[in-house]
T-cell receptor, first 110, second 113 residues
Framework: TQLLEQSPQFLSIQEGENLTVYCNSS?????LQWYRQEPGEGPVLLVT?????EVKKLKRLTFQFGDARKDSSLHITAAQPGDTGLYLC??????????FGKGTTLSVSS | NAGVTQTPKFQVLKTGQSMTLQCAQD?????MYWYRQDPGMGLRLIYY???????DKGEVPNGYNVSRLNKREFSLRLESAAPSQTSVYFC????????????FGQGTRLTVV
């Protein structure tokens, strides 16, 4: 059973376009994290959202946690080739290990 | 700071061979994890150790064993490797509490032929 559903699985866009990646669950999480992974490397944390409805911005990236703390989204404005990579969402619940979604592979071409 | 260090980075095994993947962290974290990553499957938890002296099964524990040697080190052992265990293995560590942010090693790419 996949507790965290990410969509889309693949995204190929042109430089300058906007995009949104979704992370959905039927379960409530105490926090939700977004990681970015480049080929041959381990995932690296981008952001953690904790409060329902929370919005965090990291340069051109905007992260939102759903009001019910069951879902999250990542929006990238004016994507650049350097944004290319695998984006993973992960949910945290007290006393358990992080649960990861399957990831969204983003390719931005110039 | 080294963070989370995994060895080896690459390994090829024959079916039935055994091996141990090593992981060490220098961030004084209590919790450590082993994940495997396969194409289209994301990261799946194999085993984790919430604190020194404890280990628990994750989503895909069959065919693996772990040892939390001390607070710094958490090893993953394949007793009799199978082709289905071909994967990229990641070790991670985190501090207890909310939110629990995971720091990952660079991974071990294992091929079982």
């Amino acid at each position: 059973t996949q507790l965290l559903e990410q969509s889309p699985q693949f995204l190929s866009i042109q430089e300058g376009e906007n995009l949104t990646v979704y992370c959905n669950s039927s379960s409530v999480f105490s926090s939700l994290q977004w990681y970015r992974q480049e080929p041959g490397e381990g995932p690296v944390l981008l952001v953690t959202v904790v409060t329902g409805g929370e919005v965090k911005k990291l340069k051109r990236l905007t992260f939102q946690f759903g009001d019910a703390r069951k879902d999250s989204s990542l929006h990238i404005t004016a994507a650049q080739p350097g944004d290319t990579g695998l984006y993973l969402c992960a949910g945290a619940r007290a006393g358990t290990a992080l649960i990861f979604g399957k990831g969204t592979t983003l390719s931005v071409s110039s | 700071n080294a963070g989370v260090t995994q060895t080896p980075k690459f390994q090829v095994l024959k079916t039935g061979q055994s091996m141990t993947l090593q992981c060490a962290q220098d961030m004084n974290h209590n919790s450590m994890y082993w994940y495997r990553q396969d194409p289209g499957m994301g990261l799946r938890l194999i085993y984790y150790s919430a604190s020194e002296g404890t280990t628990d099964k994750g989503e895909v524990p069959n065919g693996y064993n772990v040892s939390r040697l001390n607070k710094r080190e958490f090893s993953l052992r394949l007793e009799s490797a199978a082709p289905s265990q071909t994967s990229v293995y990641f070790c991670a560590s985190s501090e207890m509490g909310t939110p629990s942010v995971a720091f990952f090693g660079q991974g071990t790419r294992l091929t079982v032929v």
